[in-house]
């Protein structure tokens, strides 16, 4: 059940939040499930949606901002500065560890920014006064009654303009303007890093699989492999291969282009990623492409290749398709993140009708549907492994067999493949840790399994897999993930209706209308948006074909809960999660837990949103939880 309250009549509320117009709580009671009534917050959440917020009390409050409407349009002014800094940050994906502590400073001043135009919003909101005399008389009474609130306001604004040239000043102190620079410049982050530094791609390791080691991957290859050798079809034919991160996509290409390239006179493996650049990609294939064919035959007078690194998009595009006509060609193209890279590449690879095949992988189901080009083309979805499968592979890292796991870990083996979910990173990653483990401590594995977030931040066995499920996070436009990073406030394995997520978004001010949409068809394009990136796993579908319920991945649950920490966007209090008394609490989410430590807690003042999920088992009364908002 999801209740929804400004201050309902039947619920006791402390008397400053009786008769609040700006105040930003929304009590969500959540009772196993939850019921149809939509979720209304009276307050802005957004960070990004402050500054129209400011610019509206500066229109609407005129009269009675007086010596403190300088002060409000220096705060937005500052606003729109630091939500442009830390969008830019955001989607630069920089994470020096001096960058994320700067913008978490800046995150809680604009915060703080919020809460000081929601107390000058309740506090000085316009009332009706009238006109003539008395309504003259009326506003004069109204002004000294609130001098001492607005000198309060004004005092609370010079603190935030002290604590926001403080941060910029330490920033600058520290050298941070060259960490935060892009490449720009000779800064900090523009220098070349050392020669004896090398960084190793990720996805590395899954093109040298082990195939002994293989499992669940052997149909799907002798499927993929006799269509791309069919020679009843002559024609260019792509095979998108899409699916969730770690599910194997990339090991699952590698294989059967290592299998199947005897086939093709020419071929090539390369990595396109999300810093998609067309002209290294034309460069990387020309490369695999040409060498091989002076390989078989006599060395040409001229390098093909000389000067390649001068030369521009055309230029390689002709190079490229002068080598593949008349030619039967084999290309695989790992990790396409975007439809202009598909575009980039498309027009370079010539149908001369040679049984010719590519093979593209990626996360999103659009960019899938896009390289279908012919009615011979196939999308190819690839699932997660099964739960024999998963076994298996599980146990062979560790013991060989799963004859030889001691039967006192079999039980905590399986609740452990439970979060794993199938995907088969996550199984080897967490299995390496496990192994690592002396004796096979039955504590130590309960405490993997509680502690799996913790893990992921620290573990080097995880760190590939952490880093691997984050490449889909900080691919999110800055707008998604606000609404991505909302999902941690559910528990593990929620059945989260897609309605209540909607609505929910809307009442956080996580949604920003666009011309001719409204709030709610801007979130159903958002959540479409979740769903193509396969980041959220659809449950039931209703008649309509739309998702009706759906739930987060466990393993990706615990690397949003570990950013919503990060970012202080959600506190959760239940089961392993505690409240970290440092921080001020501005959405709190209480899972099933004792919550009674925390009802007397000061740290709830910054409160906007609660949300309190029961199991269906619960049963007697909720003990009330006095959020008491501090008044001036």
């Known amino acids: 059940m999801v209740m929804s309250i400004s201050c309902a009549p039947h619920i006791h509320c402390p008397a400053p939040f009786k008769q609040t117009r700006a105040e930003t709580l929304i009590l969500l009671l959540v009772l196993g499930r939850e019921m149809e009534h939509p979720v209304v917050s009276a307050g802005g959440g957004a960070i990004n949606i402050l500054v129209c917020k400011l610019g509206t009390v500066l229109i609407q409050e005129a009269q009675l901002l007086g010596g403190i409407r300088g002060e409000l349009q220096y705060m937005k002014d500052e606003l729109e500065s630091m939500t442009s800094f830390l969008q830019d940050l955001a989607e630069g994906g920089n994470r020096r560890k001096q960058v994320k502590i700067w913008m978490k400073q800046v995150r809680e001043v604009a915060y703080d920014v919020e809460d000081c135009v929601d107390e000058f919003t309740y506090h000085l909101g316009s009332t009706t006064s009238g006109s003539g005399l008395a309504g003259l008389f009326h506003r004069c009474i109204r002004f000294l009654q609130t001098v001492r609130v607005r000198r309060q306001i004004a005092k609370q604004i010079q603190e935030l303009k002290a604590r926001?040239?403080?941060?910029?000043?330490r920033n600058s102190r520290y050298g941070g303007n060259h960490l935060i620079s892009g490449a720009e410049g000779n800064t900090l982050a523009a220098q070349p890093a050392p020669s004896y530094i090398t960084s190793l791609d990720i996805r590395t390791p899954a093109l040298f699989p082990e195939i002994t080691e293989l499992v669940g991957i052997e149909a799907h290859q002798s499927n993929l492999v006799?269509?791309?050798?069919?020679?009843?079809?002559?024609?260019?034919?792509?095979?998108?291969?899409?699916?969730?991160?770690?599910?194997?996509?990339?090991?699952?290409?590698?294989?059967?282009?290592?299998?199947?390239?005897?086939?093709?006179?020419?071929?090539?493996?390369?990595?396109?990623s999300q810093k998609f650049d067309v002209k290294s990609l034309i460069r990387d294939i020309l490369r695999q492409i040409i060498r091989p064919l002076n390989q078989n035959g006599p060395a040409p007078a001229v390098d093909p290749l000389k000067g390649m690194e001068e030369w521009n998009v055309g230029q390689l595009a002709d190079m490229l398709r002068q080598h593949l006509e008349d030619k039967r060609y084999l290309i695989v193209l790992d990790d396409i993140w975007s439809m202009s890279a598909w575009e980039g590449i498309r027009f370079c690879l010539p149908n001369s009708h040679t049984g010719s095949r590519v093979i593209v992988t990626t996360r999103m189901k659009t960019v899938a549907k896009a390289c279908c080009l012919h009615e011979y083309d196939r999308n190819y979805e690839i699932?997660?492994?099964?739960?024999?499968?998963?076994?298996?592979?599980?146990?062979?890292?560790?013991f060989g067999n799963r004859e030889n796991c001691p039967a006192a870990l079999k039980n905590i083996s399986e609740r452990i493949l439970g979060k794993c979910g199938g995907i088969p990173l996550a199984i080897v990653s967490i299995a390496g840790l496990l192994a690592s483990t002396p004796l096979y401590s039955y504590d130590r594995w309960e405490k993997i399994y509680n502690s799996l977030g913790l893990e992921l931040e620290t573990s080097p066995w995880l760190e590939k897999l952490k880093k691997i499920?984050?490449?889909?996070?900080?691919?999110?436009?800055?707008?998604?993930?606000?609404?991505?990073?909302?999902?941690?406030?559910?528990?593990?394995?929620?059945?989260?209706?897609?309605?209540?997520?909607?609505?929910?978004?809307?009442?956080?001010?996580?949604?920003?209308?666009?011309?001719?949409?409204?709030?709610?068809?801007?979130?159903?394009k958002y959540f479409n948006e979740l769903l193509n990136r396969s980041m959220v796993l659809p449950i039931e579908m209703s008649f309509d074909g739309k998702v009706k319920t759906f739930r987060v991945h466990d393993i990706m649950l615990e690397i949003i809960v570990s950013k919503s920490i990060e970012e202080n966007f959600v506190t959760l209090v239940g089961q392993q999660s505690t409240l970290a008394p440092q921080e001020k609490i501005r959405r709190l989410s209480i899972h099933g837990g004792s919550y009674q430590n925390i009802a007397t807690s000061k740290l709830l003042s910054h409160v906007r949103s609660l949300s309190i999920f029961f199991s269906r088992k619960r049963r007697g009364p909720m003990r009330f939880i006095p959020l008491k908002r501090e008044s001036l």
């Open 469 to 524: 499920l984050e490449l889909s996070y900080n691919d999110l436009p800055y707008h998604l993930k606000t609404c991505f990073l909302y999902l941690s406030t559910y528990p593990e394995d929620y059945k989260i209706r897609r309605k209540s997520l909607l609505r929910r978004w809307i009442a956080e001010r996580s949604v920003t209308v666009k011309r001719g949409l409204s709030a709610l068809e801007v979130s159903e």
């Open 164 to 169: 926001a040239t403080s941060i910029s000043d």
């Open 383 to 398: 699932e997660p492994l099964s739960g024999s499968e998963s076994s298996e592979l599980f146990f062979k890292r560790i």
């Open 226 to 272: 006799n269509w791309l050798v069919d020679e009843n079809v002559q024609q260019l034919l792509v095979l998108p291969i899409f699916g969730f991160g770690g599910l194997g996509k990339t090991t699952l290409a590698m294989t059967t282009y290592q299998t199947a390239s005897a086939s093709f006179q020419c071929r090539a493996f390369v990595t396109v």
